[in-house]
């Protein structure tokens, strides 16, 4: 069942068209991230959502509730779609500690004090900072201010909360922490949410669902990994840096010269015989190692072949100038014609 429906929307600013006949629908209690590069529209199609731009034309609904329906001159108002907000630099008023910060839109809803009580109680604990209630944001670190942003938008129920870039300002491994914190508080709480970014990695944390955007509209739409395993052309794939581009020349059997191939770094590995090149054997493609670094568990070796750059992941040290072969699962090449 769809919470979020987008039906052809399109906005210009002047004579500058940024968003054209864009349609998305988001499944009730999911996640969808808007992902692309700066000036592709995202964020313009975030403040539509929220309110705070009109479109040209189009139709927006949530639920059973019309947002914005341009052939019939509706648009309601941001204060009356009941939205929840995390921003990058989480909005928290300072001088408020955190229990009040939580509690400020519920008593905006009118709500009475003991609901008041429980709602902040109850995502408090989601948020595991029960015990922080009583201090200031100042005392807080980056991790806990945006939990607590998150507890706010959380607790007043709202029909969908707007995400804008919240993992951009915290640390790289804070980042992965909280990503899946979000997942997991959004599938507690029912919640159907909507983020932006132009992080493929944080598109990859938070998404159920990512509408990759370009030029104002909607290049590519679904799953995760739908997205980065089959990339609809070669700039999704260099976008999402899905896998190694190369001109298909680079591979003797494709006939295509114009064309270029993806292949996913999972599909390359290096030969048997690359230790054993000086006695004549020639299985796999020629390559020279450019780098190879350790990272995780694994070697992420940078290689050169045919004059092109292409990664790949081996369980072994090699030095920079070494000449290897490469071997392509070729059943997993995609072709891209330029």
Same mark, same amino acid.
């Given at each position: ?109 009118? %709500?009475? /004090?003991?609901?008041? @009580? *429980?709602?902040? +109680?109850?995502? $408090?604990? !989601? ?99 739908? %997205?980065? /395993?089959?990339?609809? @052309? *070669?700039?999704? +794939?260099?976008? $999402?840096? !899905? ?96």
């Amino acid at each position: 069942m769809s919470q979020l429906t987008i039906r052809q929307v399109s906005k210009s600013f002047g004579n500058s068209q940024i968003l054209r006949d864009i349609t998305l629908d988001v499944e009730t209690g999911s996640i969808m991230t808007l992902l692309g590069p700066s000036g592709c529209g995202k964020t313009t199609l975030l403040r539509i959502i929220a309110g705070l731009e009109t479109p040209d034309s189009g139709l927006i609904r949530a639920g059973d509730r019309e947002f914005v329906d341009c052939a019939k001159g509706i648009i309601l108002p941001p204060q009356q779609r009941r939205l929840g907000f995390v921003f990058q630099d989480y909005g928290l008023w300072p001088h408020m500690s955190v229990a009040k910060n939580i509690a400020f839109p519920l008593k905006m809803l009118k %709500l009475p /004090r003991h609901e008041i @009580d *429980s709602r902040i +109680a109850e995502v $408090l604990s !989601a948020v595991r900072l029960t015990e922080h209630a009583a201090k200031l944001p100042e005392q807080l670190s980056g991790g806990q201010k945006q939990r607590v942003s998150i507890a706010r938008a959380l607790a007043a129920r709202p029909t969908l909360i707007l995400f804008d870039e919240p993992l951009s300002n915290l640390d790289a491994n804070l980042r992965e922490e909280l990503g899946q914190e979000i997942r997991q508080l959004a599938q507690q709480f029912g919640q159907t949410c909507v983020n932006v970014t132009h992080d493929r990695r944080e598109a990859q944390l938070l998404s159920d669902r990512i509408a990759l955007m370009k030029d104002g509209v909607c290049h590519q739409y679904g799953r995760p990994e739908e %997205l980065f /395993r089959a990339p609809v @052309d *070669s700039w999704a +794939a260099r976008f $999402l840096d !899905a896998g190694n581009i190369l001109p298909a020349r680079v591979l003797p059997e494709l006939s295509d010269a114009k064309a270029e191939v993806m292949i996913p770094r999972s599909a390359l590995r290096l030969a048997d015989n690359t230790a054993k090149m000086d006695q004549g054997k020639d299985e796999g493609i020629e390559a020279t190692v450019l780098s190879s670094l350790y990272i995780d568990d694994r070697y992420e070796v940078v290689a050169v072949v045919a004059g092109h750059p292409v990664k790949l992941f081996t369980d072994r040290l090699l030095s920079a100038g070494q000449p290897v072969r490469i071997n392509v699962a070729r059943e997993t090449l995609l072709s891209y014609p330029r």
